[in-house]
């Protein structure tokens, strides 16, 4: 799904990122550690290419996304979703409105977009809060939707940057466990954190960051 | 079996791109409504500016159109010396090309007019046979005079020379006047949808970069701005039109009172350029504005 390749991310003089390889197979679900600064959030702009590698090749199921042409960059994002440790939601939309905007632009039918928002809305644990508007739920319920957004076009890679950074343990581990029940449906799933109780509660393969370096990379693995 | 697949696959794109492009519509009627009060201070502004756009194009329109006709009303008066053949002179006028009418009112019909417009005594007729010429050109009339005059069996000529001249320099004033109006007004107006998208795009930052970041496409995201501005050139122009239709029941007034026709098509050629200039402005100012502001 995901291959990388020599790949350097400089701002400036300052290297964000130096990976010399590293490959995430279809299905997996993986584990980005490190600490703040370490590089997570890098490595996955240049994933969904909001950031060119300096140097080096990203490919994301087999396209080098260095070279897409800008235009084909929403293409991109439409088969993969991306979850925000901010959420990002809409707040002057209701739920239903900020799950289902991303397949509206598609031209799906409103019966089509309806019954996927829906089935959405239930992976999540939301199926009655389609009317409420973010400001009237919890962070974690806001965290559901913006899941039930990532996950409405059944998208096969999930990217998720620190989703439960703003949210208490308890929560955390629910939001965790929607991500694991996305992975089961065959998603390709990658979580940065570091949140220590939650990487070594679900024995996923864990890759470590340092400086913008891969230092450890095992499988059914612990944070450090 | 492939081609019918293909047209059914070609149907549903169709549908898609119909669906697309309706919920752009969708999309801007909600940005609209969502600048409410702007909506108001935009679309008054376009209207007054285009209405003293249009306004003053009419008013050039008619004043060129006045001067032409007053201008076509100057005719050169050729005086016949007593003795000589009026049909002469007329045959030899018609060599010269730039004349549109000419017409011959002898002495004796020249007299009869007078004596019912006043009360001339019983005197032996003392006018001169008169060749009532006038020119396509205005801008020949001098040269004609100066060959005419020159002419034995011309006994003189006459041409209201200042007028004509005074009434040529207004056309000539008012056509360039009204291109730099023209300009100016439309640089204004293209400033203000410009700045005004601006500003919902800038209000939209953080929405319009969700977006981006779902995969939504450039033209989802982008035309709803473009319609927007449009849509307040538009309305500024369809209001503009109101006191475009006063003034046109004026300038029909005040050219009766001086016995010339309308300027026909001038009114409708005056509300397409005010509708046109306010959609084209609208269009051209949030298309530069999108571009600018709204890098995806
Ligand atoms: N847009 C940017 N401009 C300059 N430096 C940046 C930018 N984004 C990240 N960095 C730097 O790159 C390094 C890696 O950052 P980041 O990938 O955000 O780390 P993490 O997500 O692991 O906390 C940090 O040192 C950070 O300061
Ligand atoms: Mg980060």
């Given at each position: 799904m995901i291959r990388l390749k020599n790949t350097v991310k400089k701002y400036g003089i300052q290297r964000a990122l130096d990976c010399s390889n590293l490959h995430i197979k279809v299905g997996e679900f993986v584990f980005l550690v490190g600490a703040s600064g370490a590089g997570k959030s890098t490595l996955m702009r240049l994933m969904y290419r909001e950031e060119l590698p300096t140097r080096g090749q990203v490919f994301v199921g087999g396209v080098d996304v260095a070279k897409m042409h800008p235009s084909k960059v929403p293409h991109l994002r439409r088969r993969m979703g991306i979850v925000f440790q901010d959420f990002k939601l809409l707040c002057d939309h209701n739920v239903f409105d900020n799950v289902a905007f991303v397949i509206r632009a598609l031209g799906m039918s409103s019966r089509e977009i309806k019954k996927r928002v829906r089935g959405a809305l239930k992976i999540v644990?939301?199926?009655?809060?389609?009317?409420?508007?973010?400001?009237?739920?919890?962070?974690?319920?806001?965290?559901?939707?913006?899941?039930?957004?990532?996950?409405?076009n059944g998208p096969s890679l999930l990217i998720a940057d620190e989703p439960t950074g703003n949210l208490d343990p308890q929560t955390s581990m629910e939001i965790m466990d929607i991500l694991e029940q996305v992975n089961k449906r065959g998603t390709t799933v990658i979580v940065a954190t570091h949140d220590q109780i939650i990487v070594d509660h679900f024995k996923k393969r864990v890759i470590t960051l340092e400086q913008g370096r891969i230092i450890k990379d095992i499988n059914a693995g612990t944070y450090g | 079996m492939p081609g019918l697949m293909d047209r059914e696959f070609l149907g549903a794109t169709i549908n898609t791109d119909i669906r697309i492009f309706f919920r752009v519509i969708g999309e801007t009627i909600k940005g609209i409504k969502r600048s409410h009060w702007m909506n108001l201070v935009i679309i008054?502004?376009?209207?007054?500016?285009?209405?003293?756009?249009?306004?003053?194009?009419?008013?050039?329109?008619?004043?060129?159109?006045?001067?032409?006709?007053?201008?076509?009303?100057?005719?050169?008066?050729?005086?016949?010396?007593?003795?000589?053949?009026?049909?002469?002179?007329?045959?030899?006028?018609?060599?010269?090309?730039?004349?549109?009418?000419?017409?011959?009112?002898?002495?004796?019909?020249?007299?009869k007019d007078l004596k019912t417009q006043m009360d001339i005594p019983e005197i032996n007729n003392p006018l001169p046979d008169t060749i009532r010429v006038k020119l396509k050109d205005k801008a020949e009339v001098k040269d004609?005079?100066?060959?005419?005059?020159?002419?034995?069996?011309?006994?003189?000529?006459?041409?209201?020379?200042?007028?004509?001249?005074?009434?040529?320099?207004?056309?000539?004033?008012?056509?360039?006047?009204?291109?730099?109006?023209?300009?100016?007004?439309?640089?204004?107006?293209?400033?203000?949808?410009?700045?005004?998208?601006?500003?919902?795009?800038?209000?939209?930052?953080?929405?319009?970069?969700?977006?981006?970041?779902?995969?939504?496409?450039?033209?989802?995201?982008?035309?709803?701005y473009i319609f927007q501005g449009i849509f307040y050139g538009f309305c500024g122009a369809f209001f503009a039109v109101i006191p475009l239709i006063a003034l046109n029941s004026y300038i029909k007034k005040f050219a009766e009172l001086f016995y010339i026709g309308i300027d026909a098509n001038s009114s409708q050629i005056v509300v397409l350029s005010v509708l046109f200039m306010g959609i084209a402005v609208g269009a051209l100012g949030s298309i530069f504005s999108v571009k600018k502001y709204l890098k995806v």
């Open positions: 644990g939301l199926p009655d809060k389609a009317d409420a508007l973010p400001t009237q739920l919890s962070g974690g319920e806001q965290q559901r939707v913006g899941i039930a957004r990532a996950i409405v | 008054s502004t376009m209207a007054a500016i285009l209405s003293i756009f249009g306004c003053l194009f009419r008013s050039g329109l008619f004043v060129s159109h006045f001067v032409d006709e007053v201008g076509n009303a100057i005719q050169v008066s050729v005086y016949v010396k007593p003795g000589h053949d009026a049909n002469n002179l007329v045959k030899k006028f018609s060599e010269y090309k730039n004349i549109e009418k000419i017409k011959i009112i002898t002495r004796e019909e020249a007299w004609f005079i100066k060959t005419v005059k020159n002419l034995n069996s011309v006994e003189d000529v006459q041409y209201a020379e200042q007028f004509a001249d005074k009434v040529m320099g207004v056309g000539h004033f008012i056509n360039i006047a009204a291109i730099v109006i023209v300009i100016a007004l439309g640089g204004l107006t293209f400033s203000i949808i410009n700045n005004t998208i601006h500003l919902v795009i800038e209000s939209r930052k953080k929405e319009i970069e969700i977006m981006r970041m779902m995969g939504v496409s450039d033209w989802y995201i982008k035309a709803p």
